[in-house]
């Protein structure tokens, strides 16, 4: 079973709607990260936060905004998204944000979203 | 960015029978795992290995850095092993952001 919880596990939104998805771990880990994977391709990294802090933004659009309230909880707040938004949005999370031995990333199973 | 391929991009195997996966990546690295992604979605840590060989049941892996290539082995492969499998690194510097190889659709047939 995984560690990282995300919800909801399947959402649909219209274009002018705004959500968010949620994201909660609770393994002490201080690096937390949003992957947007569409179909057939590998997931994509969207963001890192690192302490708590926001620390790489993969030149995502804006109408997707991060928030990471605490070290454990970590939020994705769209509005406004478009058709091709659609893709399954995975989140991740690891013991610190920065490379080294024993760092593995543990992702959550993911939040499946459709825009209509 | 850094550059992962992962080869063969699609296999079929029948039931019991042993496969080697590999991923070849263009730069140094401080992080490379192997994933299985299940028809769910989800991503499932298979081993985190930058250097050397470790074995967990049927599954072991090999990464030579010098050489930047890994390679996944599957033996007697179960019907349940079917999926993509993915390699992803990051970079010996900055941060810890793991970049994903193409993939290798598995699937065992019974």
């Known amino acids: 079973d995984t560690e990282v919880t995300q919800t909801p596990k399947h959402l649909v939104m219209g274009m002018t709607n705004k959500k968010s998805l949620k994201c909660e771990q609770h393994?002490?880990?201080?690096?937390m990260y949003w992957y947007k994977q569409k179909a057939k391709k590998p997931p994509e990294l969207m963001f890192v936060y690192s302490y708590e802090k926001l620390s790489i933004n993969e030149s995502v659009p804006s109408r997707f905004s991060p928030e990471c309230p605490n070290s454990s909880l970590l939020n994705l707040h769209l509005h406004a998204l478009q058709p091709e938004d659609s893709a399954l949005y995975l989140c991740a999370s690891s013991q610190s944000g920065t490379g080294g031995i024993g760092n593995t990333i543990y992702f959550g199973e993911g939040s499946w979203l459709t825009v209509v | 960015g850094i550059q992962v391929e992962q080869s063969p991009p699609d296999l079929i195997l029948q039931e019991g029978a042993n496969s080697t996966l590999r991923c070849n990546f263009s730069d140094s690295v401080n992080n490379l795992q192997w994933f299985h992604q299940n028809p769910w979605g989800q991503l499932i840590n298979l081993f985190y290995i930058p250097s050397g060989t470790k074995q967990n049941g049927r599954l072991s892996a090999t990464t030579v850095a010098t050489e930047r290539y890994s390679l996944l082995y599957i033996s007697s492969s179960q019907t349940t092993d079917s999926g993509v499998y993915f390699c992803a690194v990051s970079r010996r510097t900055g941060a810890n952001n793991l970049f994903f190889g193409t993939g290798t659709r598995l699937t065992v047939i019974p």
């Open positions: 393994m002490g880990h201080r690096a």
